[in-house]
């Protein structure tokens, strides 16, 4: 496939038709959505590796099985997924199998699952305010595949302490699209866990947005399994008014190709975001890490800390780009990746930047990437310590530098077992 070469010159239309795979059910605005989305694509460029924000990611191996492959087009429930699931009165967890919800029967009032069926004044209320949001590639792709959206929206004053734990599921051979959108009105605070899990030659393309009114807390967590032989695609837009408060946390195992797209705008004074990462491929996965941060009023803070540890022939990337405009004074941005190879076959790509257009801005960035320091190895060594056992303390340490700042005890316990079960996986 050509750099830059329109995704009309490379599909035919019928396979974009088996793409939008409309149901004879939907509403007709809910058809002629979908048949605008797929318009879109066809005038989109395909992403290209001489694109910076697309550089060193396996874009080839995304692009074909999405337009060479036949999908399942019966994306029914996979009701084993959840089997095991124990009820806890301290969360709430949704499930979404192949972009359909499942679970619970009975939601609380502060979550809704919107669809053609369900909610659908609010669904389609929802796609016409996100209409000018979804120009990107994967945007687009996501609208034209997507079935339920879940709505997050905690109200005035609202503080939800239960912990709202989402399983995002796609099974062998299928291309879903599942969407979230989290609402923070004035001081409210929500704590949400998603588990994304992919199947072989499957593809997920993610997206999530959030909007944090003044004076709201919205902490996000992600985990996102390890997808040999499959795809995923997450695209996150962020906005935090005056003084809202944004944690988000990823740690992304790696996939065929798996890329997070983090587009975050600070529009409000004394909004802050926290945005950590942490990306451990083996074998020959690879995970890709991009976040945009934009201060556009005085007083805000940002900071990116992002890690990587790469095994076998894996392969990361990090992009970060932090933007203070002109006139926009007295805001903090930093911005920090490091990058443990375990290989030498093992790569990384890494490019922070700052567009500064004011003098009166406190700001940083880093980057550096190396192997196991051998003094510290050797000083373990010297204390009686094996070398497997030593180079495990020195991984840990590391990757404990991100997984430490989780604070919540909850999503501590629910990270450290997940974790502890598929880091060896």
Not at 231 to 249: P, S, T, V
Not at 399 to 422: C, H, M, P, W
């Amino acid at each position: 496939m050509a750099d830059q070469e329109k995704i009309r010159n490379l599909i035919s239309p019928d396979k974009i038709a088996s793409i939008v795979s409309g149901n004879s059910d939907y509403p007709d605005w809910f058809d002629e959505f979908k048949r605008l989305s797929a318009e879109n694509l066809m005038d989109q460029n395909l992403p290209s590796i001489k694109d910076s924000e697309w550089e060193s990611t396996k874009i080839n191996s995304l692009t074909e099985k999405l337009f060479n492959d036949d999908f399942d087009t019966n994306k029914s429930v996979n009701e084993l997924v959840y089997e095991d699931l124990e009820k806890d009165p301290n969360k709430i967890t949704i499930n979404f199998s192949n972009g359909i919800y499942t679970s619970p029967d009975h939601l609380p009032s502060h979550i809704k699952i919107l669809s053609h069926t369900n909610n659908r004044d609010q669904f389609r209320d929802l796609l016409d305010i996100n209409k000018e949001s979804t120009d990107s590639f994967s945007c687009v792709l996501n609208s034209i595949i997507l079935s339920d959206v879940l709505l997050i929206e905690a109200s005035d004053n609202q503080k939800i302490d239960t912990l709202i734990h989402i399983i995002n599921h796609a099974s062998d051979r299928v291309n879903v699209a599942p969407r979230i959108e989290i609402r923070a009105a004035r001081n409210s605070s929500v704590k949400v866990f998603e588990e994304v899990k992919t199947s072989k030659n499957s593809i997920m393309n993610h997206v999530l947005r959030v909007n944090c009114q003044k004076d709201a807390n919205i902490e996000f967590y992600k985990v996102i399994d390890r997808q040999k032989n499959s795809h995923y695609l997450g695209n996150q837009y962020i906005k935090a008014n005056e003084n809202a408060k944004i944690k988000f946390f990823l740690w992304d195992f790696g996939g065929d190709t798996s890329k997070t797209v983090t587009d975050a705008n600070l529009l409000g004074k004394k909004s802050e975001i926290s945005y950590s990462a942490l990306f451990t491929p083996n074998n020959d996965l690879h995970s890709g890490n991009q976040i945009k941060i934009n201060h556009e009023a005085s007083d805000t803070k940002s900071n990116i800390k992002v890690r990587g540890v790469l095994q076998d022939q894996s392969n990361g990337v990090f992009y970060g780009k932090i933007k203070v405009n002109e006139n926009v004074i007295k805001t903090s941005a930093f911005m920090e990746n490091k990058n443990l190879l375990l290989s030498d076959d093992a790569s990384i790509s890494s490019k922070p930047i700052l567009e500064i257009y004011n003098d009166d801005t406190e700001c940083s960035h880093s980057a550096t990437s190396g192997s196991i320091d051998k003094e510290k190895l050797f000083y373990l060594k010297t204390r009686g310590i094996d070398e497997v056992e030593a180079k495990s303390f020195l991984i840990n340490s590391f990757i404990e530098e991100i997984s430490g700042e989780i604070r919540n005890k909850k999503i501590q316990d629910a990270f450290t077992g997940y974790l502890l079960v598929n880091r060896e996986s």
